[in-house]
Nanobody
Framework: QVQLVESGGGLVQPGGSLRLSCAAS????????MSWYRQTPGKARERVAT????????VYAESVKGRFTISRDSAKNTLYLQMNSLKPEDTAVFYC????????????WGQGTQVTVSS
């Protein structure tokens, strides 16, 4: 059974930093493109960052370029999102996504972690 478990969310002041983690189990981590998405009430889920494997190519939404960094540790089956210079508009539920590069349609989501940026 595939599980993606996010952690690291919380309340932070504007300008602050948070590091999100997503622990993956039940899948061959190396065969998945990993992404972070976020969603606010009434809006569609937005892709924030993606990292491929192998190669580790990173792609970012324009709104987070230069502030967020996505990374993955294949030895730990874990995905990370380092978020710096956080803004109130970054407030959202952040989700981890795993998309198989081997089998079309194998697409998994975590339960989400809340990030709130407020003074």
């Amino acid at each position: 059974q595939v599980q993606l478990v996010e952690s690291g969310g919380g309340l932070v002041q504007p300008g602050g930093s948070l590091r999100l983690s997503c622990a993956a189990s039940g899948l061959n981590f190396r065969n998945y493109v990993m992404s972070w998405y976020r969603q606010t009430p009434g809006k569609a889920r937005e892709r924030v960052a993606t990292i491929t494997n192998p190669g580790g190519i990173e792609v970012y939404a324009e709104s987070v370029k230069g502030r967020f960094t996505i990374s993955r540790d294949s030895a730990k089956n874990t995905l990370y999102l380092q978020m710096n210079s956080l803004k109130p508009e970054d407030t959202a539920v952040f989700y981890c996504n795993a998309r198989s590069t081997v089998v079309a349609g194998w697409d998994y989501w975590g339960q989400g972690t809340q990030v709130t940026v407020s003074s």
